[in-house]
């Protein structure tokens, strides 16, 4: 493995790259062709280009990406995209470069990487190589944030025709849907010793600094060596509906030292009931779950000015 520095000079010297961009989304598909040129205009050899139109594709195009020995896999699209490109990238000698075409872009904001495109190709090639911590739960890495409740159930319940008309728009239909009937879960979290336990709709683990496109708090980011845990609501749907728009008005001003988080290295979380959980809005199984970190796992590209631990 080289060091990150000679990582990033070979990627501003040699600009030896691949290009994978998840073309099923209409946002990709329209900007796949821009986003080729304007790598090639900023002096980038594409040793290959992939536009990815079937989503049971992603994993295996980009392992074929990879396999090409670039120094950059640049990955277009949201945070399905760029999770995928992280697990795979995980603990190699290559760096990931964002593009980011998604609705929420949370590890792009985690990162620091701007949403607009063209000066996102820019940090490509005036940025700097850093390395991130990735989540894990069980074998499975993760970039942003574990899901256990109702977000869970949102996501295996939110019909395809729905999603297919209205888009993400599908996700707090169903939710409206699910809440009349959802049951509160007893969670119990224990971690560094301590034990804490509420009873809520939904609980989120977050290894990333943003969730739905907001700052989960002022000082939460994916270079800490922690992760967040956190419950939205207590037991009542009014509750959570009152803590949803709360966290997304105010999750700037909050801090990890406030209350509910707890900031922890890795926990092992349990329900009175099996209740289903998401990673990083994909399906992955029940509870009873051990959740932790894998550190400085991920080398992504960066800006040139961004902290690095």
Known sequence: MRTKQELGAAIRGGRRAALVVNAHSRRGRRLYETVHSRLRAAGFTLLGAYPVDRPGELDRVLAEAADLGPDLLVAGGGDGTIGAAARLLAHRDMALGLLPLGTTNNFARTVGVPLDLDAAVGLLTDGKVIDVDLGLIGDTRFTNHVGIGLSADIMLTAPPRLKRVVGRLAYPLTALGLLARHRPLRVTVRAEGREHGFDTHQVYVANGGFHAGRPITADANADDRLLVAYPVGGPTRRGLLRETARNAAA???????????????????????PARIEVDGEPYGQ?????????????VMAAADSPDR
Do not use: M, S, Y
């Open 287 to 299: 509870t009873p779950v051990r959740i932790g970190l894998d550190p400085n796992a991920l080398r």
């Open 251 to 273: 999750g700037h001003r909050r801090t990890l030292g406030d209350k509910p988080f707890l900031a922890v290295r890795q926990l092992w979380l349990e329900t009175d009931r």
